[in-house]
């Protein structure tokens, strides 16, 4: 009976499934800061529900109305952007970057890190009022980010960065496998 004494070859090491990987939230701060900009958005409409001129259209009976059936889609608007605030989170894996967003359509989504060629951070006057900054990840042949991770807090959205600008290719003299 013989033994097989050949060393093992070393074996990718499986990668948890896609699943089934712990995601770290996102700031609390997202939610009412995406809250007060859908609010933003939807007054902007009510408004105009209710200021424009009608002249002698039957729809001026119903105005006040209308002006209320708007701003209540509105309020669910806004309720429905602050629970998918608090749903939305990432991963950082070996080899890909993941983002889970959505309420009523969710989506996850993965970038392999081979893929990545830049990286920015970006935020609005809203978002730098909460502490709030977006990481936009670009990959070859695109025009925009294909994948934005908002929310995150400056410090982790810096570190998050550095942590990927180490892992491009090519980085540190190392090639992609």
């Avoid at 995150?152 to 980085?171: I, Y």
Wanted: charge should be positive; hydrophobic fraction near 45%; proline fraction near 8%.
């Amino acid at each position: 009976m013989s033994h097989d004494t050949t060393p093992a070859v070393d074996e990718p090491r499986p990668r948890p499934r896609l699943a089934e990987t712990p995601l770290h939230p996102l700031s609390p701060r997202l939610a009412p800061c995406l809250a007060l900009h859908k609010a933003a958005s939807w007054l902007v409409v009510v408004l105009a529900v209710a200021l424009v001129p009608l002249g002698d259209s039957p729809l001026v009976a119903w105005r006040t109305w209308l002006t209320v059936g708007v701003a209540g889609a509105g309020l669910l608007g806004v309720g429905l952007a602050w629970c998918e605030a608090r749903r939305r989170a990432y991963a950082l894996r070996e080899h890909d970057l993941i983002q889970r967003r959505g309420l009523l359509v969710q989506r996850l989504q993965a970038l392999p890190l081979a893929r990545l060629q830049h990286i920015e951070t970006r935020s609005n006057p809203l978002e730098r009022c909460f502490g709030l900054v977006r990481l936009a990840c670009f990959t070859a042949g695109g025009r925009s980010a294909d994948v934005v991770i908002e929310g995150l807090p400056t410090a982790r959205a810096e570190a998050l960065k550095q942590q990927l600008l180490e892992r491009l290719p090519g980085a540190a003299g190392e090639t992609p496998t």
